[in-house]
């Protein structure tokens, strides 16, 4: 009777009714469909409620991470606003859900089962709780970098891959996405598969220094480098690296530099491998190839670590771009979050990186500046001088690690 009223009511032409023609149209679409049983019993049958029977290393195998800390961060940005929910879902709750996506890969779906919540409710409590996360913890676990942070970061690639003025290794992976719709090619790789590029540089601990994850999959590799933050920094000398500076038995001042492979161009500040035809017989070249790329490794492992830590990266990303990107640095920032942790909390879980999930670059080809070249060619001399020499390096070389 009451619809049948209503709808009586929006067929009056008279102008007078205009206002009780919008209350009549909020009371039709904004009335709620009454809750499933299902759903009814979140609060008594939930997994959050169940999964507080766990042991506690099964409660860190389950979630990844011990979230009473994160919890802290960014309880104030994801408390429920005032509604007329009698039980509004918990910020504790919230962030078990998200930390679960990420931890297991699982869909909303799936999710929204196991939490007796709706899949669209999975989907926004994600998008919020990524959003807190890089907006609270990164000033944290990835502060800007200063003039004392290059060098300690230096300091440390020195220290433990004997690479001297190295101050990151930088490389970028495809992120397997779903193909959003009507995106037509633009997210198409080289690889025949939809994706974004996270463009990462990563210290000699493995925790990334900066990310960048906002290039479509279709751009070539060396639109992606030189569109990102990090190149357009480096081309205007506001990244606040350390002034050039002496190393041992090289007259010429060295600058500081990032390590990378094929895909990026050489630059005074980004050194890449010498190309195959160059190092065929020359054993000066391939000790270079070989110590840059035992700096670069860092980089690799990191994301290796990321992906077996957080298997949500084992498949493609089933959700809005906008979602796609928050998570994917909300689970950058938790993965130097762990790094700050005992290492015994993230070694078991560091496996093989999936690589059907996170592909590389293509190389490519550019010219490089002739300042370049003479950079690269003074780490070569430094590392075949009885300085900078390592006693393995020549073993490793013949046995052919370059």
Known sequence: MMYTYL????????????????????????????????????????????????????????????????????????????????????????????????????????????????????????????????????PLCMPQGTAEHWTSIAHGFEERWQFPHCIGAIDGKHVLIKKPGLSGSSFFNYKKTFSIVLMAIVDSNYKFITIDVDSMGRFSDGNIFGSSVLAKKLKNNTLNIPPASLIPIIDDPMPYVFVGDEAFPLCENLMRPYPKRSVMDNYENKVFNYRLSRARQTVECSFGILASHFRVFRSPFDCKLDSVVKVVKASCLLHNYLRNSPISQIEEFSENMPEHQLLPLRKINTRSPSKAFCVRQNFTEYFVSPAGSLPWQRDSVLRGKY
């Open 7 to 138: 709808l009586n009511l929006l067929d009056s032409e008279s102008d007078s009714d205009f206002v009780d023609e919008e209350i009549a149209y909020t009371t039709i679409f904004r009335r709620k469909l009454p809750k499933s049983d299902y759903l009814k019993k979140r609060k008594t049958h939930g997994e959050f409620v169940l999964q507080k029977e766990l042991s506690k290393e099964k409660y860190k195998n389950y979630y990844r991470v011990t979230h009473r800390v994160i919890h802290g961060f960014i309880k104030e940005d994801i408390e429920a606003e005032r509604c007329n929910a009698s039980k509004p879902i918990g910020t504790e709750e919230k962030l078990a859900v998200f930390l679960r996506y990420i931890a297991s890969g699982n869909c909303f779906k799936s999710m929204g089962y196991s939490y007796r919540m709706s899949d669209r409710t999975v989907s926004n409590i994600v998008n919020e709780v990524a959003g807190a996360i890089w907006k609270r913890m990164q």
